[in-house]
C-alpha cells in the first residue's frame, strides 16, 4: 500500500483508543447535557490532535469560515446568498486543493513543459503532509452551507455545536459524511442512557474491528506480499490477489464505518450507514448505491444532479456521470490511476445506463448470481488501479494477468496465512450472506437476549485474539 | 473474557506441546524431545531449510531452519536451545544479506510469542518491539495468535507420523522450475540495492555469545543465487566479513564464490533464490566439503 503519510496514534484499532472510547463514553453519560457538547468538542479535538496538533488551526479557520458564511447566507437573500456560498465553497475547495492536489498539479504542469519541449525552471514542490481525514470534513464542511443555500437547513448559531458538526470523532477522520439535517439536532437532543443502545453499539463496534484486524489486515499481508513483488507474480496469483485486495478494502473501510458507528451509538448518536453488502449487487449502479454510500449520495446530490443529473439528453447524461466519477475518483487522491478508477466506473454506468435505454429483459436460471459474478469482477478490475503505486505499475499487472507464462502457477506464500485469510473470509461471506441478507446492516445488532449478546462477544474475542493481526495497517482512507 | 482466554489457551497449549512437525513450534518441540543434541545443527531461512541436507553433512545433524527468519528469530531460538541444555557442538547459521537490510524489523521474534513469559531474552526481544506488546500479552491465548490453522493441521499430521525427519524439507525438483528461475531471476535485476543496517550485526552478536557461553562452534554460510547480484549485496557482504573475521568466525561465501554446478543450470532451481532438491544436493556436498577443510585447518592451529 501507498506509505501512508501521518502518524496517527488514535486509530481505532489502537490500544490507545481502547482507554480513549470508554473515558469519552463514561465523561459523557456523567456531564449534565449542557456540557455535554463542549465535552465532545474537546474530546474530538484531542482525538483530531494526536495526529498533527497543529492542522487544528486550519480546520477551525474553515470552521470559522462555512459558520459565518451559514449565518449570512441566511440573513441575505439573492445574489448575496450565493456570493456567500461562493466564498465558503472557495475557501474550502481551496484548502482541500492546496493540500491534496497542489503537488500533482505542479508534477503534472513540470512534465507538460518536458514534454513540449520547453525549457523552464522546474515548479518547486510542497514538503508538506496531507491533514488527516481532509476530504472527509471538507466535504461535511460543504454540505452544510449548500444545504442552509438550499433552505433544507436552519444556519446554527451555536458555534460549539457547529464545529462539533464538523469534528464529531466518530466520523472526523474517514467519514460517513454526514449531512447536517441528520447530525446537527441529534447534539441537541438530551441523551438519556439506554443499555439495549449501548450494547448494540459495542457490537457493531466488535463486528468492525472484526473485520478490520481478523480479515482486512490478513488479506492484506498476502495483498502486500503479491502486489509489492508484482514483478515476478502472473496470472492467477496476481488474480487471487486482486480479489483478495477487494475483501481488503471492503473490510478496511467498512469496518472502520462500522467502528465510527458503533462508538456513536453507544452515546445514543445514529449516523448514516455507509456500507450495505456491496459485493451482492446485480450492477454498477447498485453497487455505487451501497458501497461508500455517505460520499456517492453527496456526489449525486451536490455534482450529478447539479449538473442536471439524467433528466436531460443522453449524451449529457453520459457526461455527467463520467464527470461525477471522475471527480470522485479524484477525490480520493491525487494521481493519475484515482482518475483512471473513477474513469473506468463512469464508463460502466454509462454502458449499463445505455443498456437500460434498450430496455432489454434477458432472464435464465442462474441469472442473479451471473449478474453479482460479472460486477463483481469489472469492480475488481478497477481496484487494480486503486491499488498500484502506479498507472505504469497498474498496466503491467494487467499484462501479467494476462500473459500465458505460468498463468496457472497460484503463489500461496505463507500457508498459514493463505489459509487464515480464506477461513476469515469464509466467516465474514457466511455471516454477510446467511445472516445479513435482506435486512438492514443496523438491525442485526440488536441482539434479543443477554446470553446471545455474551455469546457473540466471546465469539468475536475468541477470533480477534486468535486471528487478529495486531501489528496491522492503518485504515486505507485515512489516506484521503 | 478471562475465563475464555484461560480455558482456551490452555488447550492450545497442549496441542502446542503435543505438536511434532511444521514450522509454528512442532519442529523446535520435536528438535527438544530429541535424547541427544546433535553435532551439527544447521540454522536459518528457507535458503538453508530447503537446501541443507543435514545427512549429506554429518550422519549425526539436525536442520533447525525456519522459512523467513532472520537473525532476530534464531538468536531467540538459540536461547531457547541454550535454557534447554540443547546445544549441539557446532552450528552451522546461514546469513542472508537481505536480513541485513534497513527494511528488516526484527519483527520476526513474533514467531516464538509462545514463549513470551517463558523465555526471558524472547519476552525482553518482543517487549522492545513496541509500548503496546506487553498489553497484548495480558491475553495469554495471544500466544497463539495467528497459528491457530497450522497448528491444528501440525497437530493431525504428528498423529499421523511414524517416524520424523532430521529437518530438512525438500523441494522435489519440477518440469517448471527453469522457466520459474529464468523468469524470476530477471525480475531481480530491476530492485534497487538496499542499505545496510548495522543493528543486524549486534543480534549476530549476541548469536555468537550464545554460542561462546556453550562452548558451541560457529561456522557461518552465505547461499548462491541464480542470478548475478552485482554489486547489490557489495557493502553488506563487506561489513558480514569483516565482523565475522573480527570475531574469528568461518564463513562460507557461495554469493561472491559461486558454486560452479549451479551456475546457468536452472533446472537445478526453484527459483532465482532457492535450489531444488536436486541443487541442495550440490549445496550440501560443497558444504561438507568446506566445514572438513575448516575443521581440519582448526585441529591444525590447535
Known amino acids: ?480 | 473474557m478471562l475465563g475464555i482466554d484461560r480455558g482456551f489457551n490452555y488447550l492450545l497449549d497442549q496441542l502446542y506441546n503435543e505438536t511434532m512437525t511444521g514450522q509454528t513450534g512442532g519442529k523446535i518441540n520435536h528438535y527438544l524431545s530429541l535424547k541427544n543434541s546433535p553435532e551439527i545443527l544447521i540454522m536459518g531461512n528457507s535458503r538453508s531449510l530447503y537446501q541443507v541436507i543435514p545427512e549429506s553433512i554429518n550422519p549425526n545433524s539436525y536442520n533447525l531452519s525456519h522459512a523467513g527468519m532472520g537473525l532476530a528469530f534464531q538468536s531467540g531460538l538459540l536461547s531457547i536451545l541454550s535454557e534447554k541444555e540443547k546445544m549441539p557442538s557446532i552450528i552451522l547459521l546461514h546469513l542472508d544479506p537481505d536480513d541485513f537490510t534497513s527494511d528488516q524489523r526484527n519483527s520476526d521474534i513474533r514467531n516464538l510469542k509462545y514463549y513470551y513469559g517463558r523465555n526471558a531474552v524472547i519476552t525482553n526481544s518482543i517487549n522492545n518491539l513496541s509500548r503496546a506488546e506487553k498489553f497484548k500479552y495480558l491475553f495469554k491465548l495471544y500466544r497463539h495468535n495467528g497459528r491457530l490453522i497450522p497448528l491444528l493441521k501440525n497437530y493431525i499430521q504428528t498423529l499421523n507420523t511414524t517416524t520424523f525427519s532430521n529437518g530438512y524439507e525438500s523441494l522435489m525438483p519440477k518440469p517448471q522450475d527453469s522457466i520459474n528461475t529464468i523468469y524470476s531471476s530477471m525480475a531481480q535485476k530491476k530492485l534497487p540495492e538496499k542499505k545496510f543496517d548495522k543493528n543486524q550485526l549486534k543480534l549476530l552478536n549476541d548469536f555468537i555469545l550464545l554460542c561462546q557461553q556453550s562452548d558451541t562452534k560457529l561456522i557461518c554460510f552465505t547461499s548462491p543465487v541464480y542470478f548475478n547480484p552485482g554489486n547489490r549485496y557489495q557493502i553488506t557482504l563487506y561489513n558480514i566479513e569483516s565482523f565475522l573475521a573480527s570475531q574469528e568466525i568461518p564463513y562460507i561465501n557461495y554469493l561472491t564464490n559461486p558454486i560452479q554446478p549451479l551456475q546457468n543450470r536452472p533446472s537445478l532451481w526453484r527459483d532465482a533464490f532457492h535450489l531444488n532438491d536436486s541443487g541442495a544436493k550440490i549445496e550440501s556436498k560443497s558444504l561438507k566439503e568446506s566445514i572438513d577443510l575448516i575443521n581440519t585447518n582448526y585441529k591444525l592451529i590447535n
Open chain 1, 1 to 480: 500500500m501507498r506509505t501512508l503519510y501521518c502518524r496517527v496514534i488514535m486509530l481505532f484499532n489502537s490500544f490507545q483508543f481502547l482507554l480513549y472510547f470508554p473515558t469519552v463514553t463514561l465523561i459523557y453519560f456523567l456531564l449534565p447535557h449542557k456540557y455535554r457538547w463542549a465535552h465532545l468538542l474537546l474530546s474530538s479535538c484531542i482525538f483530531y490532535c494526536s495526529f498533527i496538533p497543529v492542522y487544528i488551526f486550519i480546520l477551525l479557520l474553515t470552521i470559522i469560515i462555512d459558520y459565518t458564511a451559514g449565518i449570512l447566507i441566511e440573513q441575505s437573500s439573492g445574489k448575496k446568498r450565493r456570493l456567500y456560498l461562493t466564498i465558503s465553497l472557495i475557501a474550502n475547495l481551496g484548502v482541500l486543493g492546496f493540500f491534496k492536489y497542489y503537488n500533482f498539479f505542479i508534477e503534472n504542469i513540470n512534465l507538460l513543459f518536458t514534454s513540449l519541449g520547453i525549457e523552464i525552471q522546474s515548479l518547486p514542490y510542497l514538503g508538506i503532509i496531507l491533514p488527516i481525514g481532509l476530504s472527509f470534513h471538507t466535504f461535511q464542511a460543504m454540505s452544510y452551507t449548500i444545504e442552509v443555500y438550499k433552505g433544507n437547513q436552519k444556519a446554527e448559531s451555536h458555534f460549539g455545536i457547529y464545529s462539533l458538526y464538523v469534528m464529531f470523532y466518530p466520523q472526523l477522520v474517514a467519514g460517513p459524511i454526514e449531512r447536517p439535517q441528520n447530525i446537527i439536532p441529534q447534539f441537541r437532543e438530551k441523551k438519556k442512557f439506554s443499555f439495549p443502545e449501548f450494547i448494540s453499539g459495542l457490537q457493531q463496534m466488535a463486528w468492525g474491528l472484526f473485520k478490520k484486524v481478523v480479515v482486512a489486515d490478513q488479506l492484506s499481508i498476502y495483498v502486500n506480499s503479491i502486489y509489492n513483488n508484482w514483478e515476478v507474480n502472473s496470472g492467477l496469483t496476481l488474480i487471487v490477489a486482486t480479489y483478495a485486495f477487494a475483501f481488503q478494502i471492503y473490510c478496511d473501510f467498512s469496518g472502520y464505518s462500522d467502528i465510527a458507528q458503533g462508538a456513536a451509538r453507544t452515546m445514543g448518536f445514529k449516523l448514516m450507514d455507509n456500507f450495505n453488502l456491496p459485493y451482492f449487487s446485480k450492477s454498477i449502479s447498485e453497487f455505487w448505491r451501497r458501497w461508500h454510500i455517505s460520499l456517492s449520495s453527496w456526489l449525486k446530490d451536490y455534482l450529478y444532479i447539479s449538473l442536471g443529473g439524467n433528466r436531460i439528453s443522453n449524451s449529457r447524461t453520459y457526461t455527467n456521470l463520467f464527470i461525477t466519477m471522475l471527480l470522485g475518483g479524484l477525490w480520493h487522491g491525487a494521481s493519475w490511476n484515482f482518475i483512471i478508477w473513477g474513469f473506468l466506473n463512469g464508463l460502466y454506468l454509462s454502458i449499463e445506463k445505455y443498456f437500460q435505454t434498450l430496455k432489454l429483459k434477458i432472464s435464465f436460471p442462474g441469472n442473479r448470481f451471473l449478474k453479482m459474478f460479472i460486477t463483481f469482477n469489472l469492480i475488481s478490475f478497477t481496484w487494480i488501479f486503486f491499488r498500484a503505486e502506479s498507472f505504469r505499475q497498474a498496466i503491467e499487472i494487467i499484462c501479467n494477468i494476462i500473459s500465458p507464462t505460468s498463468f496457472w502457477n497460484l503463489r500461496i506464500q505463507d500457508t498459514g496465512i493463505f489459509a487464515g485469510m480464506t477461513l476469515s473470509l469464509l466467516i465474514l461471506l457466511l455471516i454477510e450472506l446467511f445472516f445479513f441478507r435482506g435486512k438492514k446492516t443496523v438491525e442485526i445488532y440488536k441482539m434479543r437476549s443477554l446470553l446471545s449478546a455474551v455469546l457473540y462477544f466471546s465469539l468475536i474475542f475468541l477470533l480477534i485474539i486468535l486471528f487478529g493481526v495486531a501489528e496491522g495497517d492503518q485504515f486505507i482512507y485515512f489516506q484521503f
